[in-house]
Each structure stands twice: as C-alpha cells, then as structure tokens.
C-alpha cells in the first residue's frame, strides 16, 4: 500500500471549496532573520487550525454511506480530532474522539463545540488510541487513524501542491513530523513535481519518534517526553508514513524546548503569527545552526495554531528566557542599609530593567550580615547577561545566572 501524486491530486478536486487554500506569503522579516528567502504556509488559519482538515475531510467523502450513517471515532491529541468533528458535523456526521487527559483545554472545548462526543482517557495518546480500537470495535464505529491512513496521508500531501504552485522554485520546504501523515503525503508530492527540492522534517527532542526510526531502520516506539509541540508528542511513528518517507526525506532536525519557545516567540513579534508550538517547528529547525538555508528559498510550514490562551504567556517567558531576554540572577548582598540600593543602582547602570526582587533570608550564607537576593530582570540577550554579571562582581555583589536551572 503506498500513496501516490495522481491520489494527492484526486484528494485536492476532492476537498476543494470545503478546506481553505492558504496563503503561502514572503515574509521580509524572516528573510532578513533567518538570511534567506524565507515563506510561511499559513495552514494554521483553517477553519478548526490546522492542516489536518485536509486529510480528515478526504477520509470522510471516501466512506460508504453505511459507514457515515454508522458514525467515526477518532483518537487525538487534539487537532485530528477538531478536524474530524468539524467535516462529521458539516456532512452530518457522528463523530466520537478520545483524547488524552492532558489535551489541551481549547482543543478539547472546541471538539465539544463541534458536536463530537469527547472521552478523555489516558495519560498518552497511544492509550486513547487503544482505547478508541477498542469502542470502535464494540459500537460498530469506523476507526480514522489521525495519519497512518492512505487517505489522510494524501488528503494532507494537498498542502504540497499549494505551496509548489505558489514557491515553484523552492529549494527546501520544513515539514513537522508527528506520527508522519504531513512529511509522509507532503514529501510524496514535493519529490514527485520537483526533486530538487529538499524535504527537512522537524521533531522535538522530546518525541523524536521518526529519527529513532530511521536511526534503527524500522518503526521504533519511543518514550514520550513532555513537549510545547504537543501536536507532535506520538510514541510511534505510523508504519505506512515511515514505508513512504523514508527515501524521500532528505533530513530531520531535532529541536530542544527552548529553540520551540523562541520560534512560537519570534513568530509573534516578526509575523504578528501566534502558532503552537508544532506550528512553530519549522522555524525552529530553521533557526538551527545545523540546518544550512543561507541565501536559500524557504518553505515553513506553520500547520497548527491550537494554543491555550492560558498558556501564551509562560510560553513568551519561556521563550524570552532562551533568547536571552529575560534572566534569573542569584545576589548575595549586605543586608545592611543601602546593600539592595547599591544592587539596583549597579543593574541600572547596565541598562537592565528589574522586572521582580525578592529576599530569601531563610537560605542565606553563613555570614548573618548578607542575605540572598533573588532578581529577574529584562535584558537585551545573553551577552547583555554576563555584561550585568561582571559589573556586579565588580561592585563585590557575587551573582549567578540561575535562568535555566532544572
């Protein structure tokens, strides 16, 4: 079983008009960040948020009326389920989704929004996804894989063709990789109309489940680790994605916590674009000192922007800190009259700006005359860091930048 370029182009006829075609623009401020020509696939402005419409709405108009009378079930961390719920409801549709307990809040409340049927069960998604095996079995209801499907796989490749018609001369397009529907439909497509260009697959560090794979030949079950991209947080890549990327996936970049927190961030100031964190992937891959783009046409596919309002501002700070915007110093000072005075003034002269202060008198030194202070504080970048740490040493002020302590 394979996909092909004439199923990905069946799957386009086939959603057109029902799924947005999205903009794929050239961003000057990313062209002149990332020092090349640099466009981002907005896929992240679909209806339910991401590209997982495509494949969804493909896999539905393919069933059987029996089946579309009989309903779906669809196991998710979120967005493969909106997207299911979203197609099921506009064709009438009964859809039921299992998402792990840990989905996020706007995802799971916008599924029920939609009209499915949500379950929250387990602690991963490969315990949804069993469980999801297992009542689909007992109520007779069509299982939709969320991307080791033919039809998922070619419905979300349609996002390929829309970029090669709008970048025709691209010479590498970045594509997250979750379970491997997108990189798997996308790559067929991309290779299929134009070889040169280069296919770079993103994970995070945290579920690197399709390079374990690659790294062992064969599908590799891999322990999840909490991730910002929880869009792409699966154990196991499916087989039929790995069979099909595999020899068309030209690199995959590993990327750490701190390089998604600052491409979510980025995103935010240069594009005016909030994204979530599997959204955001691609750019940090691009951003990789690893990956070699310079003066390159550049795709970034932006494919989800399903983040939880609630979590936006930990995410900035998060961000600001790996970017060297915001710090955590640890003072030791005399706490003596006019020992935080002399501390601020230092930092002052920095041009550092106190964002918050704090004693800890019950943790200080030995010496009972100085007390612990604890300051974060808003800077430029890491060299403006060591530049306020040497002049509070200087002033015999001992600090240490505590910012990305475990």
């Known amino acids: 079983m394979s996909v092909s370029l004439a199923d990905i182009r069946a799957a386009a006829a086939r959603i ?68 299911m719920a979203y197609h099921g409801q506009q064709l009438g549709i009964s859809v039921t989704v299992v998402m792990p307990k840990w989905a996020p809040l706007i995802k799971v409340g916008n599924c029920r929004t939609l009209g499915a049927n949500v379950i929250l069960y387990g602690e991963s998604f490969a315990d949804a996804r069993t469980h999801a095996t297992s009542l689909s079995q007992e109520r007779g209801l069509t299982y939709v894989h969320g991307f080791d499907d033919p039809d998922i796989i070619a419905g979300a490749g349609t996002m390929a063709l829309e970029i090669l018609e709008d970048v025709p001369n691209a010479d590498a397009i970045i594509v997250p990789i979750g379970g491997g529907g997108l990189i798997a439909g996308c790559a067929t497509a991309i290779k299929a109309i134009s070889p040169k260009t280069r296919v770079i ?4 560090r945290n579920a690197p489940t399709y390079y374990a794979s690659i790294k062992a ?17 699966v154990a196991e890549v499916g087989k039929l994605c790995f069979d099909i990327a595999k020899d068309l996936v030209d690199e995959v970049v590993l990327v750490e916590e701190g390089q998604l927190a600052r491409a979510v961030l980025r995103l935010l100031e240069l594009e005016k674009t909030v994204v979530e964190g599997a959204g955001a992937s691609p750019l940090a891959a691009a951003m990789d000192k690893s990956v070699d783009i310079a003066g390159k046409t550049v795709v970034l596919c932006l494919c989800g922007g399903n983040i939880d309002v609630s979590q936006i501002n930990r995410v900035i700070e998060h961000g600001l800190a790996a970017d060297g915007r915001l710090c955590k110093l640890v003072c030791q000072i005399s706490d003596r009259p006019g020992g935080l005075a002399k501390l601020t003034q230092v930092i002052a002269t920095t041009g550092a700006s106190v964002k918050e202060i704090s004693h800890d008198r019950n943790f200080g030194p030995a010496d009972v005359s100085r007390v612990v202070v604890h300051c974060i504080l808003e800077t430029r970048d890491a060299g403006h860091i060591r530049e306020v740490i040497e002049m509070l040493k200087s002033a015999g002020i001992p600090s240490k930048d505590v910012s990305h302590a475990v």
Request: with cysteine; charged share 20%; aromatic share 6%.
């Open 16 to 83: 057109k008009g029902a799924v947005y075609r999205s903009p794929c623009p050239y961003s000057r401020s990313l062209s002149r960040f990332l020092n090349a020509k640099v466009f981002c696939k907005l896929d992240h402005l679909q209806m339910t948020g991401s590209f997982k419409e495509r494949g969804a709405l493909n896999k539905l108009l393919l069933m059987t009326d029996a089946a579309k009378k009989a309903g779906v079930i669809a196991a998710s961390a979120g967005n493969h389920a909106q997207a």
């Open 201 to 204: 697959g993103v994970e995070p």
């Open 217 to 233: 030949g064969k599908v590799t079950r891999i322990d999840v680790q909490p991730t910002l991209a929880d869009g792409l947080a």
